[in-house]
């Protein structure tokens, strides 16, 4: 008995669908797919910085250590060249003295140390244009006076301090203890060499 063409046909399509199918694999039955070239590609580590901790500016500001006798305070500043390039001082550093909210208390902020107290000479010197090199330090000082005298005056007692090399420049926030009383001034001493105030101060020691 003859097929009906449908079926004819149909019998023929079969085994070419058959034939179709098995050529859309990229290959024999178990061999993987060829790895992809970005994701095999090696990706370069990100180096880590050099100095981490150091600011943009290439320096750091940190507290260097007072002195505290008859109420006369001295606080200590060191900038720190952290950078890598040769780092210029000529002034004194601007500081600000700042409240429990981050802001600054309205006081008088000296340049030099003699209206505070005479004393002190060796941190009271001229500016002189500083050069510090990579991985070198150099130092200024904070003076006041820690009284209660004026009790019409809000007390100006802070414990950080804003800190920039010079007028102008961005700021570093420093912990510090500067507790000016209700005189509401400080005195701010040059940035000078490092060791230089040290070796002032042995100078005028008899």
Do not use: F
Not at 44 to 59: F, I, K, L, N, Q
């Amino acid at each position: 008995m003859r097929r009906p063409p449908l079926a004819r046909a149909a019998g023929v399509l079969a085994p070419a669908l058959l034939l179709l199918t098995a050529g859309c694999g990229t290959g024999p039955a178990g061999t993987p797919p060829p790895p992809d070239a970005d994701a095999a590609a090696p990706r370069p580590s990100t180096p880590a910085p050099e100095h981490p901790d150091c600011p943009a500016s290439g320096v750091r500001i940190t507290e260097d250590g007072g002195d505290a006798a008859m109420g006369l305070r001295v606080l200590g500043l060191r900038l720190t060249n952290c950078g890598t390039e040769p780092y210029e001082l000529h002034g004194y550093p601007a500081v600000a003295v700042l409240d429990e909210d981050g802001d600054p208390y309205p006081i008088k902020v000296l340049r030099g140390t003699g209206p505070i107290t005479s004393d002190l000479e060796a941190l009271d010197s001229e500016p002189e244009p500083l050069t510090v090199a990579p991985g070198e330090y150099a130092t200024a000082a904070l003076v006041w006076r820690n009284t209660v005298d004026d009790l019409s005056r809000p007390l100006a007692n802070g414990e950080r301090i804003s800190v920039s090399p010079a007028e102008g420049l961005p700021a570093q926030r420093v912990p510090a203890v500067v507790d000016l009383g209700t005189t509401g001034t400080l005195g701010v001493g040059p940035w000078r060499a490092a060791g230089a105030a040290e070796e002032a101060e042995e100078a005028d020691t008899p």
